[in-house]
């Protein structure tokens, strides 16, 4: 079965020219179509976002009817963090927290997405979509908090695993962490060239590979890119990464 998943940091729906335009995200997100979409600063109830419920907003935009989110900050009026929206059942979800002493909060969204059956059986995606933290000692911190956590730490290696989202990490030291360490493939790597990561950051002229998605398990990466629609450059500050899986 093929899987489409995007990762995506969409900046509040506030693009690089400062208006508050959600429709230009659903836009991208629907010319793309993916199954899965992994948002990263998503507001509900804020000022700057006319206090919107952007998670529900979007999701209703695109007519996915399965949709949870995960706020991490909470400000003076409404909160923000991650959200997963798919086409398919999400039938568990937690929001596990990975914020380190007195830094900023970050979490991680965990999803578990039921796509049909095979031989009677349930087939299932696990899905962790996570907004690391500005510092590498923090990084590496909440990547081992991560690990520790019941939801990961109890997943076997023939379940299907997707970690995406915003890592913050303009040295690309994480990579051979999940890759070496923790047994997973990189699909944000070129596949032509796996030393070149594809750069998200910022939109309008990429220069930081900040979006990565990995994967472990009994799927496999057949495709991945960045949007190179026009409008990309403008409806936020980073680039979304589209990722096509071969779930076996």
């Known amino acids: 079965m093929q ?30 179509a993916p199954d899965v979409v992994l948002l990263q600063e998503v507001d509900q109830g804020v000022p700057r976002s006319r206090e919107s419920d952007m998670a529900r907003d979007i999701a209703a935009a695109l007519a996915y009817p399965h949709w949870t989110a995960g706020y991490n900050v909470k400000l003076r009026q409404g909160r ?15 929001n596990i927290d990975l914020t380190i002493g007195a830094r900023k909060s970050r979490g991680c969204q965990y999803t578990r997405i039921e796509f049909g059956t095979v031989s009677g059986f349930p087939r299932h995606l696990n899905v962790f979509n ?3 933290g500005l ?30 989202g915003d890592l913050n990490d303009w040295r690309s030291l994480l990579p051979p962490v999940f890759t070496d360490i923790m047994g997973f493939s990189c699909a944000s790597d070129r596949f032509e ?34 949007s190179r629609l026009r409008i990309a450059r403008l409806a936020s500050d980073h680039l979304p990464v589209i990722v096509d899986f071969m779930v076996r």
């Open 3 to 32: 899987v489409r998943v995007i990762t995506y940091n969409i900046h509040r729906a506030i693009g690089v020219d400062r208006r508050f335009r959600p429709d230009r995200i659903a836009g991208i997100l629907s010319y793309h």
């Open 193 to 226: 060239d796996p030393r070149k990561r594809m750069r998200t950051f910022p939109s309008f002229a990429p220069t930081g590979s900040l979006d990565m998605v990995f994967y472990r398990g009994p799927i496999r990466a057949i495709r991945s890119r960045t």
């Open 135 to 164: 510092s590498a000692w923090e990084r590496v911190r909440q990547i081992g908090a991560l690990a520790r956590s019941i939801e990961f730490a109890h997943l076997t290696q023939d379940e299907a695993v997707i970690v995406a």
């Open 80 to 94: 923000y963090g991650n959200a997963t929206i798919s086409r398919h059942p999400i039938v568990a979800e937690r």
């Open 130 to 132: 996570l907004h690391l």
